[in-house]
């Protein structure tokens, strides 16, 4: 196994598999129903179902569960609540050593009290779905309701109930920070600027919801979990620790996933329920997660306010910059509390020449489902950032593409390092900044908002540059507190016959990886892409690797296998010039799997092919150099050294109908610098989907709460997702720079779009009601809040920008 501490390889040579528009192989048994679901996998004999009792109070203390009726039904195997479960699943305590940090615990099912509505209280084990449904409403729980904490006021206020007792004050965490200049650039300050941004509470609604099934072989005393997770071996890992097994002991095969986004990377509850119950009762146990589950239960995101202050020059110049973030956390700890908060304030400044920068976060425990990462954890922070700088544009009366050239990172500033120290050594954010403007039109949409004064539509123009972090590196990780790095690992296998098995830690969610990552490995070996089989989403097959989150699939993973490909190259090329009597490799190339030898300075083929080179170094080791080992396979571990970030602007132009607020998109522009693009096609599509994540969230969606807790959004009728008719044409342009400190060139761009989307549209949205003097600060930007907002508007005061 070899560590890539090394010097980074050389990046991939123009017209090989990188860079080909490959038709996702996938596809064809995804579109076909052949692909295997969790839902698809057949019941083993003697299954049970399991269904969950959820709490119908935002908070209340248990004070007895009898399941006594609910036993008596026919075909009910058991009913097993968080103290039949507690000697066989231990408490997670969340502790990492971060200051400001409060540290919490979490049995597997509550003990004393649920803490949101929904909370799972017990897991009900019948013969079928049906008999569980019924006994679990048979199940008698003796509630004692307590106040309910639903805001972050709430949760802020003197003598507020506690959500966790042993969190004095609700406040998880606080963390803050200040470069030593802050308080010097606000003094000499032109200017202060400040605004507000609110992101409303959202959640993941993948298309399958959450689903499994635990097994246990009580012979070999082995658990094999068929879940879809986008993590299989730190999945694997959380599972034994909290079963008390050895890692050997379990299996976690992951079937065909309908999307993940952040809420199927670690074992949930339910999950350590169904493991335990498998083993406790020694039958298969599967669980069905139903939509309303997902919407109310799985896990929440988003829901933080954060204000800044820009100390600016007369000509917009940014000079100082603070935000204070609050966030609401929701009532449980699967993640540390600080984490994604922290990525949102680490990277704020994002592409502009910031060096005075401070913030503070704070987040707080509500009655609310607990929360996670969801596609782009940071998503907040584009339009925070560009947001302020509309607000500087505004307040000084000038052109808001003028003021972001201003301040915008220049090509000789790279390498940056910013406030937080983060390192940027490949941005190109003037160029996608200037690309889409001038491709959207910006000059001419100027003058034709300026004539419409008395027209029945506003428009507005919403520009949002992106600086997306990815591929995080391994000191990210332990300084947010969150177990494992951000390393991958990569396997190449290569058979008798020729035939190439390529791997790594990843498991794909439909973001086609075994076409991408097929791609990669071709590049490093030299080898056929339609030679090379991905197996990926199986604990045992697979090497231990850090799993598909963040945007880090296509640079790490696909970095990992290109230079485990090239180390592979290596052998094979040293085999081949012992087939072809030659004293060394160096005039050799494995090119499409076919043997290319130098000839007067011109490539011809020699003959030989990699499947014979397998076959001598598998049926006839004799006749390979001396000393070589046998075989072909090569194990590569990939620790990117430092996080990778990647840029785009996105642009857009929106038309917003005065006596109504309704909303609609006119054009849609994004241009992207995502460093080497494995396959474009693939990529166009991961733009697409994550900027129609971001519109969605910001036009629609809302895991609303009342004022007593209780969940207001448990379907689709409530929890509004965008359809196709509300999303326009995106016009896609691309910049790329290649990553110096990827072997492949590789940036992530997964999650860019996501960002892009709501800052662009939310720029827009606000852009046309500054004509009007409103201004929405908090999403989503629905027509009725559009429309509260003109009734509400005054004069516009000031420029126009």
């Known amino acids: 196994m070899t560590n890539s501490s090394l010097p980074i390889p050389p990046p991939p040579p ?76 231990s408490t997670q305590r969340m502790a990492p050593p971060i200051d400001g940090l409060q540290p919490m615990e979490m049995p597997v099912l509550p003990l004393d009290a649920a803490r949101f509505v929904g909370d799972p209280v017990a ?100 658990l094999t979990m068929r879940f879809g997770t986008q993590a299989p071996h730190p999945y694997r890992t959380a599972i034994a620790a909290r079963l008390g097994l050895k890692e050997w002991q379990v299996t976690v095969d992951s079937p065909e996933m309908g999307g993940g986004f952040g809420q199927k990377i670690i074992p949930l509850r339910e999950d350590l329920c169904l493991a335990a119950a ?36 007369a000509d917009g110049r940014i000079l100082g910059l603070t935000c204070a973030i609050d966030a609401d956390f929701g009532a449980w700890s699967f993640f540390p509390a600080n984490y994604m908060a922290r990525v949102i304030a680490m990277i704020l ?115 949002c540059t992106v600086v997306e972090s990815n591929t995080y590196s391994s000191a990210f990780y332990r300084d947010a507190g969150i177990p494992g790095s951000g390393h991958e690992m990569a396997s190449i296998r290569i058979e008798p016959s020729g035939a190439i098995i390529a791997s790594c830690g990843l498991m794909g969610s439909g973001q086609g990886y075994q076409t991408t990552l097929a791609q990669a490995a071709a590049a490093g070996l030299g080898g056929a892409v339609e030679d ?37 190259k290596a052998k094979l090329l040293a085999i081949a010039a012992a087939m072809l009597d030659l004293n060394s490799p160096d005039a050799l190339e494995l090119r499409d799997g076919m043997v290319l030898r130098q000839v007067a300075g011109a490539w011809q083929e020699s003959g030989l092919t990699l499947p014979q080179i397998a076959r001598t170094a598998h049926l006839d080791p004799l006749r390979l150099p001396p000393g ?41 522009v994004a241009a992207e610098d995502c460093g080497t693009r494995i396959n474009p096609m693939i990529v166009e599509g991961q733009t697409h989907g994550a900027t129609a994540m971001g519109l969605s969230g910001a036009m629609l969606e809302h895991a609303a709460y009342g004022a007593d807790g209780q969940a207001l959004a448990g379907s689709f009728m409530d929890y509004a997702i965008a359809r196709a008719d509300d999303l326009p044409a995106f016009e896609l342009l691309h910049h790329d720079m290649p990553s110096p400190s990827n072997p492949a060139g590789i ?55």
């Not at 498998?278 to 298969?284: G, H, S």
């Not at 991905?534 to 697979?542: H, L, M, W």
């Open 14 to 89: 123009a017209g090989g598999p990188i860079g080909q528009k490959l038709r996702r192989r996938e596809d064809g048994r995804l579109v076909t129903g052949e692909g295997l679901f969790a839902d698809d996998i057949p019941s083993p004999p003697g299954c049970l179902h399991a269904v969950f009792l959820r709490s119908p109070h935002a908070h209340a203390r248990i004070r007895a569960i009898d399941p006594t009726a609910a036993l008596a039904l026919p075909g009910v195997a058991a009913v097993l609540t968080g103290r039949d479960l507690a000697a066989h699943v």
């Open 123 to 222: 897991v009900v084990l019948a013969e079928t779905v049906t008999a569980a449904t019924d006994a679990a409403e048979l199940v008698e729980v003796t509630w004692e309701a307590l106040p309910a904490i639903s805001s972050v006021a709430d949760a802020a206020a003197p003598q507020a109930v506690l959500v966790d007792p042993a969190v004095p004050g609700n406040r998880v965490s606080f963390q803050s920070f200040a470069t030593p200049g802050l308080e010097a650039a606000f003094a000499r300050a032109e200017r202060v600027v400040e605004a507000r941004f609110g992101q409303q509470r959202q959640t993941h609604v993948p298309i399958e919801p959450r689903s499994g099934l635990a097994i246990w072989d009580n012979g070999r005393q082995h």
């Open 278 to 313: 498998a083993r406790l009762l020694r039958r298969p146990v599967r669980w069905r997660e139903t939509r309303g589950e997902n919407l109310t239960a799985g896990l929440q995101a988003r829901e933080e306010v954060v204000t800044t202050r820009a100390a600016v020059a």
């Open 349 to 463: 400044p994002g592409p502009y020449r910031i060096r005075e920068y401070g913030y503070d976060v704070a987040v707080w425990l509500t009655n609310k489902c607990p929360s996670g990462p969801m596609r782009a954890p940071m998503a907040i922070t584009s339009w925070v950032m560009e947001g302020t700088m509309d607000a500087i544009a505004q307040a000084l009366g000038l052109d808001a593409l003028e003021v972001r050239r201003r301040n915008s990172l220049m090509p000789d500033d790279l390498p940056w390092v910013t406030a937080t120290g983060e390192r940027y050594d490949s941005l190109t954010p003037l160029a996608t900044l200037e690309a889409a403007a001038g491709h959207l039109g910006y000059a001419a949409l100027r003058s034709e908002q300026a004539g419409r004064e008395s027209s029945a539509t506003l428009l507005g123009i919403g520009l």
């Open 532 to 568: 090379i089989q991905v197996q990926i989403g199986n604990s045992d097959t697979a090497p231990y690797g850090m799993g598909s989150r963040g945007a880090r699939g296509a640079s790490a993973g696909g970095g990992a296998l290109y230079m485990a490909g090239l180390k592979l």
């Open 628 to 668: 070589m080992e046998p075989g072909l396979h090569q194990i590569l571990a990939y620790d990117p050294a430092a996080t990778t970030y990647t840029n785009s602007t996105h642009a857009c132009a929106v038309e917003i109908e005065r006596a109504t607020g309704a909303i609609r998109i006119l054009r849609y």
């Open 747 to 801: 940036k992530g761009m997964s999650e860019g779009g996501t960002m892009g989307g709501i800052g662009a549209l939310m720029n827009a949205v606000n852009d046309a009601l500054a004509q009007v003097g409103a201004r929405l600060d908090a999403q989503p930007a629905t027509p009725a809040r559009i429309w509260t907002a003109l009734q509400q508007a005054k004069p516009a005061e000031g420029g126009r920008h």
